[in-house]
């Protein structure tokens, strides 16, 4: 069903393998234990329970009433992914990952990290499993996230600082890649979004689409129909993939992916890599890339770290091609808005990444019916977010 990658790892044009030699054997070894576990009972039974027990899945479907009425248009559905344990989508992909490198045998779990909740997750998901745990972050980011970097070794695992490139998120990947090539033997590299060269962001993908598996049960089950559209923020598009999954062969759902436009995608201070970027390979994989005029990745930039990779998944890349999926850009200033109203309106404050599908659906859904409806992602939490939105405003806050 939806979209597969093809025997070369491809959605349409996009995706595939583009990887040195040297970690070809590590991408065969990941291939051939996903394809074996992922229908495998019980693993899949033995990862029900991890969501269930550990990472408080199912996430509820929650009736944005006061939104709705206040915005007087389609009915908004919250998708709360904010209410998973570490408060955020990403320990969906962590646990999967973390449990199949366990069945391959795998002792020791590497990650790249931005902002540092990918590596707080992937920490986690270690601890949990008795793994050793290295998280490659970029040195910048060590200095900005430095709560994540002491949560990260609280949970046992060791921060490496990416000092290469503008030392950041990018830096990071590229860092993690080559310490995996130098030791696969004990070592799973759990990449944190549906990027890289395959299988990863088929692999990513499947783990997340429990999003959508469990909201298209549950609006079936309150209103008796599928929605009208389903929105998420795109960052490298894992809480989106997953939103999307299970609605990509249901014509009569729109699939919106919210990018962030940073000051605007006419400035160059931008994060938006369908709306601006131009087919390019990097980190393994040929997608979307913002890049400057000698096709260089550029440097990107939101108020939300965890939406300013200059990439985009190749399998977004291929849903906008194909025109099944629109992505839409949204600015700082429109996430903080949305952020802000979140809060007082519904009493939940979201994470800026996910403020940005929330201010897209502020936009949309006055122009709608009363009868039609609405799911947003909620990909995470926004205590971790109040320091830097209250900067934005111009208040400093201790933190
Ligand atoms: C990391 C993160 C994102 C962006 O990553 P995707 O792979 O695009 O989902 C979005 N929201 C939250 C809360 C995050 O932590």
């Not at 089950?221 to 990509?248: Q, T, W």
């Not at 309106?345 to 609405?374: C, R, V």
Request: hydrophobic fraction near 40%.
């Amino acid at each position: 069903m939806a979209t597969q990658a093809d025997d070369k790892g491809r959605f349409g044009q996009f995706g595939g393998q583009y990887i040195p030699e040297t970690l070809m054997n590590a991408i065969i070894e990941l291939d051939e234990a996903y394809t074996r576990y992922k229908d495998d009972p019980q693993f899949n039974s033995e990862l029900e329970t991890l969501f269930r027990e550990y990472a408080n899945r199912p996430s509820r479907l929650y009736y944005a009433a006061k939104m709705t009425e206040d915005l007087g248009g389609a009915k908004i559905y919250f998708k709360r992914e904010d209410l998973n344990f570490t408060g955020a989508h990403k320990i969906n992909n962590v646990l999967g990952q973390a449990l199949l490198a366990k069945k391959m045998g795998k002792t020791r779990l590497i990650a790249e990290t931005g902002a540092g909740q990918h590596g707080v997750a992937t920490a986690t998901a270690a601890a949990y499993f008795g793994m050793e745990c290295v998280i490659f972050m970029g040195k910048v980011d060590c200095e900005r996230q430095a709560l994540n970097v002491y949560k990260m070794n609280l949970l046992g695992a060791k921060v490496v600082p990416v000092t290469s490139g503008t030392a950041t998120l990018k830096d990071a990947v590229s860092e993690a890649f080559r310490e995996w090539t130098n030791r696969i033997e004990d070592t799973h590299y759990c990449l944190g979004s549906v990027m890289g060269p395959h299988p990863f962001p088929t692999i990513v993908r499947d783990f997340q689409s429990v999003i959508s598996r469990e909201s298209r049960a549950q609006i079936l089950e309150k209103e008796g129909r599928l929605p009208d559209a389903v929105l998420a923020c795109v960052g490298g598009g894992s809480n989106a993939i997953g939103s999307f999954y299970h609605y990509i062969d249901d014509p009569g759902v729109q699939l919106i992916g919210c990018e962030a436009a940073g000051r605007g995608i006419d400035t160059y201070e931008t994060a938006a890599t369908i709306s601006t970027g131009r087919i390019g390979i990097f980190h393994g994989m040929k997608s979307l890339f913002c890049q400057n005029e000698y096709g260089q990745i550029a440097p990107v930039y939101s108020i939300s770290a965890g939406l300013d990779y200059p990439g985009v998944g190749p399998e977004h890349a291929h849903l906008y091609d194909i025109g099944r999926a629109q992505y839409v850009p949204v600015t700082d200033a429109e996430a903080v808005e949305a952020f802000e109203y979140t809060s007082k309106t519904e009493g939940i404050i979201p994470a800026i990444e996910s403020s940005h599908a929330i201010a897209h659906a502020m936009k949309i859904a006055p122009k709608m019916d009363k009868d039609q409806i609405l799911v947003v992602t909620v990909s995470g939490r926004g205590d971790k977010d109040c320091a830097s939105v209250a900067r934005y405003r111009g208040l400093e806050i201790a933190q």
